[in-house]
T-cell receptor
Framework: SQTIHQWPATLVQPVGSPLSLECTVE??????LYWYRQAAGRGLQLLFY??????ISSEVPQNLSASRPQDRQFILSSKKLLLSDSGFYLC???????????FGPGTRLTVT | AQKVTQAQTEISVVEKEDVTLDCVYE???????LFWYKQPPSGELVFLIR??????QNEISGRYSWNFQKSTSSFNFTITASQVVDSAVYFC???????????FGKGTTLSVSS
């Protein structure tokens, strides 16, 4: 069966510090991968998605970036965090043929 | 443009009551997919159901049932005999192609009290 991992689970970072969130998927090959952010008020916003290694599409211009160095690894980064980057970050995967996405446990980021 | 509207922000019911969560969608595509997800207090989104645009059959899974009506662009979710464990935020979502990004509604917070 497939599983998706995210770490860390929680993170408190000062403004201006760098960020690296990692997501890995097990039990499947060539998944589509996604990063979402859920700010207070619970709306989910798609940040990035990837259909393959090195292929990243950005949905919202911001100071965040994403990379996919391996087939089942997806990384969300920032060089300098802003207060507005606080939120709940969720990674998800889907297969090419199926529409549903399966989500990881999420990372709760607080920028102070 | 694609859009999902969940007009009910919060719903409170007492255990054993039936409750329906509304979802209205907008899309110009003739082929699309609709989803429901549950987000319990732990935060992880749990996939509940996917429905393809060409399949308007309603579906029942235990206490859960879904009513898909293309004529009104709605995909409503009913929980029968609600339980405290059903308390969560429920999201409706839409995509125009398998394997692409989901457009989420803002969610409905369901509180079930004993």
């Amino acid at each position: 069966s497939q599983t998706i991992h995210q770490w860390p689970a929680t993170l408190v970072q000062p403004v201006g510090s760098p960020l690296s969130l990692e997501c890995t998927v097990e039990g499947t090959s060539n998944p589509n991968l996604y990063w979402y952010r859920q700010a207070a008020g619970r709306g989910l916003q798609l940040l990035f998605y990837s259909v393959g290694i090195g292929q990243i599409s950005s949905e919202v211009p911001q100071n965040l970036s994403a990379s996919r160095p391996q087939d089942r690894q997806f990384i969300l980064s920032s060089k300098k965090l802003l207060l507005s980057d606080s939120g709940f970050y969720l990674c998800a995967w889907s297969s090419i043929s199926q529409g549903e996405q399966y989500f990881g446990p999420g990372t709760r980021l607080t920028v102070t | 443009a694609q859009k999902v509207t969940q007009a009910q922000t919060e719903i409170s019911v007492v255990e054993k009551e039936d409750v329906t969560l509304d979802c209205v969608y907008e899309t110009r595509d003739t082929t699309y997919y609709l989803f429901w997800y549950k987000q319990p207090p732990s935060g992880e989104l749990v996939f509940l159901i996917r429905r393809n645009s060409f399949d308007e059959q309603n579906e029942i899974s235990g206490r859960y049932s879904w009513n898909f009506q293309k004529s009104t662009s709605s995909f409503n979710f009913t929980i029968t005999a609600s339980q405290v464990v059903d308390s969560a935020v429920y999201f409706c979502a839409l995509s125009n192609q398998a394997g692409t990004a989901l457009i989420f509604g803002k969610g409905t917070t369901l509180s079930v009290s004993s």
